[in-house]
T-cell receptor, first 112, second 112 residues
Framework: SQKIEQNSEALNIQEGKTATLTCNYT??????LQWYRQDPGRGPVFLLL???NEKEKRKERLKVTFDTTLKQSLFHITASQPADSATYLC???????????WGLGTSLAVNP | KAGVTQTPRYLIKTRGQQVTLSCSPI?????VSWYQQTPGQGLQFLFE???????NKGNFPGRFSGRQFSNSRSEMNVSTLELGDSALYLC???????????FGPGTRLTVL
C-alpha cells in the first residue's frame, strides 16, 4: 500500500545544533514534495517545495533534500533556535489527480 | 493580501446534529481543500474543490459533504454528527491543485 512515514518519535535537540527530520515514502512517484510547519492549534504553514529533478533546496536556515532512489526527503534546520519548536509535516504530490498525501508529522523541540 | 479565513473558530454540537463550516480563500485562489486533524490520525484529506467542482475526495463517509461557490468560497457540511467527528477542521487554498497550500486557522468542532 502507499505510505508516507515521518519520525514518529519527538526529536529533542540543543539550541544551535542542526535538526534533521525524515520523510520516507513507498509506492509513490511524486512529482514534488512539500514541507510545512505547524504550531499547536494552528494551521500548517508552507516552508519549502522540492521537485523530483531537484536534489536540494535551501531557504535561510532550512535545507531540503529529495532522493527519489531512496524514496526519501530530509529536512534540515541549521543553527536551531527554541522558536523552531513545532511539528513539521511533509506532503507528497501524488498522481495525475494532483492530490497531496500527508505524513503524520514529527514534533521538534529545541532546548535552550 | 488577506489570508484564508474560517468561520466559526469554535463550535460545540451534540450527537445527531449537523454543522456547516465556512472557508474564504485567498483572493485569486481557485482551489480549496478541506482537512480533518485529530491527534492520532494527523491531517486527513476530506475533499478539494476547484472552480466549483469537486476535484479530489478522501475516504470519508457521505455524511461529509462540501461545495464551492462562484467566488471560490467553500462550505463543508457534516450531518448526523458522531463523537468521533470532534476534530480541528482546516481549510487550505491554493492557486492550483497540489500547489503550495495556504491554511486557515481552523474550526475546532466538539461533539458532545
Amino acid at each position: 500500500s502507499q505510505k508516507i512515514e515521518q519520525n514518529s518519535e519527538a526529536l529533542n535537540i540543543q539550541e544551535g545544533k542542526t535538526a534533521t527530520l525524515t520523510c520516507n515514502y513507498t509506492n509513490y512517484s511524486p512529482a514534488y514534495l512539500q514541507w510545512y510547519r505547524q504550531d499547536p492549534g494552528r494551521g500548517p504553514v508552507f516552508l519549502l517545495l522540492i521537485r523530483e529533478n531537484e536534489k536540494e533546496k535551501r531557504k535561510e536556515r532550512l535545507k531540503v533534500t529529495f532522493d527519489t532512489t531512496l524514496k526519501q526527503s530530509l529536512f534540515h534546520i541549521t543553527a536551531s533556535q527554541p522558536a523552531d519548536s513545532a511539528t513539521y509535516l511533509c506532503a507528497l504530490h501524488a498522481g495525475n489527480n494532483r492530490k497531496l498525501i500527508w505524513g503524520l508529522g514529527t514534533s521538534l523541540a529545541v532546548n535552550p | 493580501k488577506a489570508g484564508v479565513t474560517q468561520t466559526p473558530r469554535y463550535l460545540i454540537k451534540t450527537r445527531g446534529q449537523q454543522v456547516t463550516l465556512s472557508c474564504s480563500p485567498i483572493s485569486g485562489h481557485r482551489s480549496v481543500s478541506w482537512y480533518q486533524q485529530t491527534p492520532g490520525q494527523g491531517l486527513q484529506f476530506l475533499f478539494e474543490y476547484f472552480s466549483e467542482t469537486q476535484r479530489n475526495k478522501g475516504n470519508f463517509p457521505g455524511r461529509f459533504s462540501g461545495r464551492q461557490f462562484s467566488n471560490s468560497r467553500s462550505e463543508m457540511n457534516v450531518s448526523t454528527l458522531e463523537l468521533g467527528d470532534s476534530a480541528l477542521y482546516l481549510c487550505a487554498s491554493s492557486l492550483d491543485s497540489g500547489g503550495e497550500q495556504f491554511f486557515g486557522p481552523g474550526t475546532r468542532l466538539t461533539v458532545l
